[in-house]
């Protein structure tokens, strides 16, 4: 099951593992994304780091990770083709997977369903 950030992340936990992503919200305040930063594997990030940077043709978004844990992949195809964020943001075009530190990092650090998630974007 996905969670989701206030700051229009989702993160979707698999044991340890977890893959990390855009909301289509975010996307779609975003606009045409035309690059993506990336961090490498290994890199570690603790909650609220960032750990990827998008760029549309509106601004430039620095994406925080909801959780803490260590870069296992990047979603590489994002580099070349950053307009994937557009088409599928809560999908195939997640940014990165982590090691997840803690497994109950997810329900500590105020993640919601999203249903809770959608409520909150009315309130914004």
Known sequence: MKK???????????GET?????TDYAAEQLGDIVFVELPSVGDKFLVGDAMAQVESVKSTSEIYTPISGTVLAMKE?????????????EGEAW????????????????????????????SE
């Open 4 to 14: 989701y950030s206030k700051d229009h992340q989702w993160v979707q936990e698999d």
């Open 18 to 22: 977890a893959r990390i992503g855009i």
């Open 77 to 89: 195809e994002l580099i070349d083709t950053p307009e994937l964020l557009n088409g599928d943001p």
């Open 95 to 122: 940014i990165i997977e982590l090691r997840v530190e803690t497994t109950l990092e997810l329900e500590l650090n105020h993640l919601m369903s999203k249903e809770e998630y959608l409520a909150s974007l009315s």
